[in-house]
């Protein structure tokens, strides 16, 4: 069949409830067109509300959320930040924006997440050299929780405050508790391919409500309270518009609908393809209840004849998107002079990961002959 008759299928695209040309007409008919007003602080009220802390900051961008935690914990010019490795730059570029060095941390290979075996190496590495870090960054990749107790039990003892990028993990759970809602901050990503979204935008989480109110500050331009306009710090562009936050609103009201159905999307090819010699499924760690947001797999090209790049092109072909596992940031070159920490001495999970990684299409407004297509070509090809 010609690539041209059959419709594209997306890896993870927007898909609205209904419920937010309600939010957005409201916006337009009180001309609250304008960053902040009415949506803002309900949305954050939304979100704070449904992971259990006591507030929350509605920004443009998950980014904008790190870099404005990072700020507030005091990362400045020569700070180590710890980082997952097996993540999108976006988890890591906030630290060089305040001048900070990424130490990065492999996987676990039981999770995918941060590996508390290299976490604990590099502490201790960090702690002989005299440089602890400012600061740590555990990612939950795509939708599960990393393994936290043990990681936050090792940062504490070494006294490194936490911010939890849960960009990918809204609707997931660690310990039955929110994923976002541990550490000083968390922080969730509503860009356009998110499990929800807001078009762009982002949000920060914490019990520190003294610390949110400053970062609300430094993210409206850090504008003093004045007749005329006076600024006494340097401030960032950084809060989310009132008609995207309509969108937000909308989509919160579908949030556990949206990971039921992820969920279902990763059932239905876990039941297709799971008995496949050398396909090996992203695993559902015991301690938590993913959101699904990818369905992630590996595929060890020896067992299987087919490489990633092989269903990648197959899939493409047939005008279905799919994508690599994230290339670790170690293997980046615009941080290739940053430290590394592998699970074990000489073997990095990360980077067997990201070699034999792919993500499925698993968007929510997917269609079930739409999945069964992506099925059919995969499953093809592995015969």
Known sequence: METGAE?????????????????????????????????????????????????????????????????????????????????????????????????????????????AKALA??????????????????????????????????????????VEDAAEALGATYQGKPCGSFGEFGVFSFNGNKIITTSGGGMLVSDNLKALDKIRFWATQARDKARHYQHSEIGYNYRLSNVLAGIGRGQMKVIDERVNTRRAIFDRYYAALNKVDGLDFMPEASYGRSNRWLTTLTLDSEKTGVTVNDVLIALEEHNIEARPVWKPLHLQPVFKDCPYYSHEEGKSISDELFAKGICLPSGTNMTLAEQDRVIEIVRGLLK
């Open 121 to 162: 190496r590099a502490l201790e590495g960090l702690k002989k050299e005299g440089k602890l870090p400012k600061a740590a960054i555990i990612v939950d990749l795509y939708g599960q929780s990393a393994h936290l107790e043990p990681l936050l039990e090792l940062l504490e003892h070494y006294q490194v405050p936490v």
């Open 7 to 115: 419709q594209r299928i997306y890896l993870s695209s927007p898909h609205m409830s209904g419920a937010e040309q309600e939010y957005i007409r409201e916006a337009f008919a009180t001309n609250w067109i304008a960053p902040l007003g009415p949506n803002v602080d309900a949305f954050e009220r939304q979100v704070a509300d449904y992971v259990g802390t006591q507030g929350a900051v509605a920004l443009s961008s998950g980014t904008a959320a790190i870099h404005l935690a990072l700020k507030y914990l005091g990362v400045t010019r020569g700070d180590s930040v710890i980082c997952s490795s097996l993540t999108f730059s976006a988890s890591a570029n906030p630290i060089v924006y305040e001048g900070g060095k990424p130490v990065f941390i492999d996987a676990d290979p039981e999770n995918w997440n941060m590996s």
